[in-house]
DNA sequence: CTGAAAGCGCTTACAG
DNA sequence: CTGAAAGCGCTTACAG
């Protein structure tokens, strides 16, 4: 193994290059930047030299020169979901497409954490951020967003806008699908079951809305944020089976995905069969998900698009022109499966 | 917005904060670093004007100067599973631990985009390089390797480690242990349904090894790359058929994470009921998979440990001690659900 | 077209 | 204990 089994790496330097090459450093750089014009036989002779010696350019000394870093910073809340997953797909190729490097962290969900990572990607000099963040941490950003660094919020929620620009899908259109689909099947009460988070996203008034239209009526319940634990699947258990004892109870159910296997588990224990006494929708899907063959009914963003969306907001903000306050991409369709069927009869 | 809004982030340098501190810039580092003794005086002066500017230091330019760059790169085939990110998460946390920033990639499977990541980290001049990669890739490690650069494959197979050092997971107890179960279940022939990747793993020996020992019989049968598409499932489903009507057909099958969904979905279109007419076991799971409460019966490494793990060998080579060419890992255990019943009767 | 020099922001021997 | 200087590896005005 050599030299490498010390996990000493010394690498080839520009100046190797320029010497074996019997030119120097400057002339080097131009002829393999190709930054301005050089003459064809020395050009030869230098990447010869560079081949041979297999020299690789350090992008950090070359970004602290050029005083950049071609490094986007991405802070997620963490990476429980493979919902997740496809949005870091797209934001990886899109910067890897335009020459940046994507440089992911998870926070799990911890608020100090979250400061910690961000500090930690500007040391980095990032040239710019992505966050997906919970609402109550929005002023997390401040000392981010002070030092005039791009920063742009995903799948926020709208009080955070104030703070840095956000990118949200929207899902109003394919929520108004949903909202016609259960009316058509007698529906009349909906339960939009949500996360802290959910409680204050554009959920809520989308949901709203699109139920009034239809001749629905909407109520709203916070689920406890999810670890996965059976303390938490009993709870909404407890929570379901009192929502479902009402005069007019909800016959059909709203639930964000990072809930959705939990309230299966819920209802199965009660039990409540789905459909037959309850319909259920689940915001959010993946294809890892979708490859599971699972009957869930679901509302559906392109998670790949939101990434080069993403993306191409941050590159246009670097090239001189920030984003609105919202950005609303609208991707999201209403795929119908096996959860969602007709009321129960009273 | 101000000066944020052209996305030019001018920010606060070691300099500024010696000047407005009244010392130089060499006091004002070791005043911050801590390195040497500084006046407790000044010491607070360069504190005090280092947090009113905000001040952060540049990486970049410290690394640089410290000829290192605290940054691991990480190579994966796909964030195709969930699976993947608890590897990812234990990586991320135990590199987070020790000051190490983790830079991460997906290659899509490709030979070429896994050639270009590892000269793009190489160019991040990485301190070492973790890889996830299909074992017909193996000398895509060669110049990396020649580099002298640490680098340890993950999840690879054993003609990888002639190469790079080789970490994996010990699964042969938790195979005994299923082995043991199914032969108790008056089981006679098992049928391993494995990817191209995984009929080179030592999934195999450890099945055979197991299955002789439990006076089982082996079928190896390669599974089609899955990609999730329905040609995929017709192909497992002919696929599975076939075996099934051999004259002594299997009655358990074993199967990748990777094929799991395609094999449940198939053996759905057959019909085959599970595990009625066959039982079924799933090599890998995820907390998140576990999540969704399915009743497949897996064999379930701490992939958190893995990460872990592999964080270990790779700092204890950047400290001098390069790991031996194999490191196995052996927390996998056998965890039995619905999925498996009884062997059917003749 | 080419080279010597300055400088990106930091750290660390080297003198005081 | 403190400062001036060199240098990590690169790029780019500035002279030739």
Redesign the interface.
């Known amino acids: 193994?050599?030299?490498?089994?010390?996990?000493?790496?010394?690498?080839v330097t520009l100046q190797e290059v320029a010497s074996r090459a019997g030119v120097s450093v400057s002339t080097a750089s131009r002829a393999l930047t190709g930054a301005r014009k050089v003459s064809v036989e020395i050009a030869e002779q230098v990447r010869l030299a560079a081949e041979g010696l297999?020299y690789?350019?350090?992008?950090?000394?070359r970004?602290?020169r050029l005083s950049r870093?071609m490094t986007l910073g991405a802070v997620f809340s963490s990476?429980?979901?493979?919902i997740y997953?496809d949005f870091?797909?797209g934001l990886?190729r899109a910067s890897?497409e335009h020459g940046y490097?994507?440089?992911?962290?998870?926070a799990h969900r911890d608020p100090n954490l979250y400061q910690t990572l961000i500090?930690?990607l500007?040391?980095?000099?990032v040239?710019?951020l992505f966050c997906v963040l919970p609402p109550e941490l929005g002023n997390t950003l401040k000392?981010c967003?002070?030092?005039?660094?791009?920063v742009v919020t995903v799948f926020g929620q709208a009080t955070n806008a104030e703070c840095a620009p956000l990118l949200i899908v929207d899902e109003d259109e394919a929520i108004l699908q949903a909202a016609s689909r259960l009316a058509d099947l007698d529906h009349r009460t909906i339960l939009y079951l949500c996360t802290p988070e959910g409680a204050v996203s554009s959920r809520v008034p989308a949901l709203q809305t699109a139920a009034s239209r239809c001749g629905l009526v909407v109520e709203l319940e916070v689920a406890p944020r999810s670890e996965?634990a059976t303390a938490d699947q009993e709870q909404i258990a407890a929570l379901l089976r009192r929502c479902l004892c009402r005069p007019r109870p909800p016959t059909a159910v709203f639930v964000d995905q990072c809930t959705a296997?939990?309230v299966?588990?819920a209802l199965?224990s009660l039990p409540i069969r789905v459909p037959e006494d309850l319909s259920l929708v689940v915001f959010g899907e993946s294809?890892?998900i979708?490859?599971?063959?699972?009957p869930w009914s679901t509302i559906r963003a392109d998670l790949l698009e939101v990434g080069q969306t993403g993306m191409r907001l941050i590159l246009d903000?670097?090239?001189?022109s920030?984003p609105p306050a919202i950005t609303r991409i609208g991707t999201a369709t209403w795929i119908e499966r096996g959860s969602v069927g007709p009321a129960p009869a009273r």
Chains 1, 2 share one sequence.
């Open positions: 193994m050599g030299e490498g089994s010390k996990g000493v790496a010394r690498m297999g690789r350019p350090n992008q950090a000394a970004n602290l870093s990476f429980s979901s493979p997953l870091l797909e990886g890897q490097t994507l440089l992911t962290m998870t500090q930690h500007l040391e980095r000099r040239d710019a000392p967003v002070a030092t005039g660094v791009p996965g296997s939990l299966i588990r199965a294809d890892w979708q490859g599971l063959g699972l903000w670097l090239a001189g920030p």
